[in-house]
């Protein structure tokens, strides 16, 4: 069943993402849900991740720009595919290819805030994406990644925009 929900812009949507604005739904009272933070910094237009396909990380293990034409908007973000087939993918199954934390940067998760990422400073650990801030960062992140997934796992639920930096 889909859920009405109130979006920072003040409009309602389906918990789907399609917009939905029928007589009923404009009486209907919206639920009260937490808004995850999604990474839409440096792409402009509420677009996740600076715009790379999610799913290309995990088919073809390298950072891809998507494209406008195969986009779709889930967490008040408008996510990009370079393909037809990844949107599909995942469409069908979005738990399996959205980056850790929102799509912030893991080692910042870890530390308590939420910052920008590089596409290009990427991992796959234990079937997750995690994005980091660059490359450096990526490699104290490589350093101990079970002990900074544990603190950014612990933090991530209290995490939100007002701790974006």
Known sequence: MEELLLNRRGLLVLASGSVGLSAAALAAKPAQAKTIPVNTLGAGDAVAIRG?????????????????????????????????????????DPQRYLPAYGGFCAYGTSRGYLVKIEPEAWSIVGGRLFLNYDLETRTTWLSDTEAYIMRADTLWPALSDRDIR
């Open 52 to 92: 790379y396909d999610p799913v290309a990380y995990f088919r073809e293990g390298a950072p891809r720009q998507g494209l406008a034409e195969h986009a779709l908007i889930r967490d008040e973000a408008v996510w990009r595919f370079a393909s037809a087939e990844n949107k599909a993918l995942f469409k069908a």
